[in-house]
């Protein structure tokens, strides 16, 4: 989807990596076991200190459930990037999946199509969180607090580029963070 729309993205695979981008997507899977991969390579303490710094994070599904403050589950352990609360699995099984369309605030233009498979949700919200999209009966299903957003859908099943877009900007916003400590002769925003 990056690619779509022009930007340079990388699979990031070793801690290193994380030098080398202004945005990382935690996408959506298996929750324990991005948590377990994240421990075993020793992505934690510099992804917490590279967000902190002003580096974009966007978990989609599996990915908000990675970054959560806190689970309803016992497991596994969030990372405690965005202060949210998330139930795991909250529309059900795989055979409960759904499509939906969504009003995001700060897109533009006609209702985002949303896929949802094994869906998390968030059930509350921190004082500096802000709510961008939910479901008709009110749920929260995107959220955002300064470069870091979270959505309990997976936006790369459709064609729709516009939320990527969005995490773009962010991730442009976090290049010219003085915070970053970067050189400004260094190669295009990647993510």
Same mark, same amino acid.
């Given at each position: 989807?990056?690619? #779509?729309?022009?930007?340079?993205?990388?699979?990031?695979? #070793?801690?290193?990596?994380?030098?080398?981008?202004?945005?990382?997507?935690? $996408? +959506?899977?298996?929750? /324990?076991?991005?948590? #377990?991969?994240? /421990?075993?390579?020793?992505?934690?303490?510099?992804?917490?200190?590279?967000?902190? *710094?002003?580096?974009?994070?966007?978990?989609?599904?599996? +990915?908000?459930?990675?970054?959560?403050?806190?689970?309803? !589950?016992? *497991? $596994?352990?969030?990372?405690?990037?965005?202060?949210?609360?998330?139930?795991?699995? *909250?529309?059900?099984?795989?055979?409960?999946?759904?499509?939906?369309?969504?009003?995001?605030? +700060?897109?533009? +233009?006609?209702?985002?199509?949303?896929?949802?498979?094994?869906?998390?949700?968030?059930?509350?919200?921190?004082?500096?969180?802000?709510?961008?999209? &939910? /479901? !008709?009966?009110?749920?929260?299903?995107?959220? #955002?607090? !300064?470069?870091?957003?979270?959505?309990?859908?997976?936006?790369?099943?459709?064609?729709?580029?516009?939320?990527?877009?969005?995490?773009?900007?962010?991730?442009?916003?976090?290049?010219?963070? $003085?915070?970053?400590?970067?050189? /400004?002769?260094? &190669?295009?925003? &990647?993510?």
């Amino acid at each position: 989807m990056f690619r #779509k729309i022009g930007i340079n993205a990388i699979e990031v695979r #070793k801690v290193q990596q994380l030098s080398e981008i202004d945005g990382l997507v935690i $996408p +959506g899977g298996e929750s /324990t076991t991005i948590v #377990k991969l994240l /421990t075993r390579f020793d992505f934690i303490d510099q992804l917490r200190e590279k967000v902190h *710094y002003g580096m974009a994070l966007w978990g989609t599904c599996a +990915g908000m459930i990675v970054i959560a403050r806190e689970l309803a !589950d016992s *497991y $596994p352990i969030p990372l405690n990037l965005i202060d949210i609360s998330v139930a795991r699995n *909250y529309f059900g099984r795989q055979v409960d999946s759904f499509e939906a369309e969504l009003h995001i605030d +700060g897109i533009e +233009g006609d209702p985002m199509r949303a896929v949802f498979i094994r869906a998390p949700i968030v059930q509350t919200i921190g004082e500096e969180v802000m709510q961008i999209a &939910s /479901t !008709d009966d009110g749920q929260a299903v995107a959220v #955002k607090k !300064d470069r870091i957003l979270a959505t309990s859908f997976h936006p790369e099943l459709t064609s729709d580029t516009r939320l990527h877009a969005l995490f773009l900007e962010l991730a442009k916003e976090a290049r010219e963070d $003085p915070r970053r400590n970067r050189s /400004t002769e260094e &190669s295009p925003s &990647s993510v």
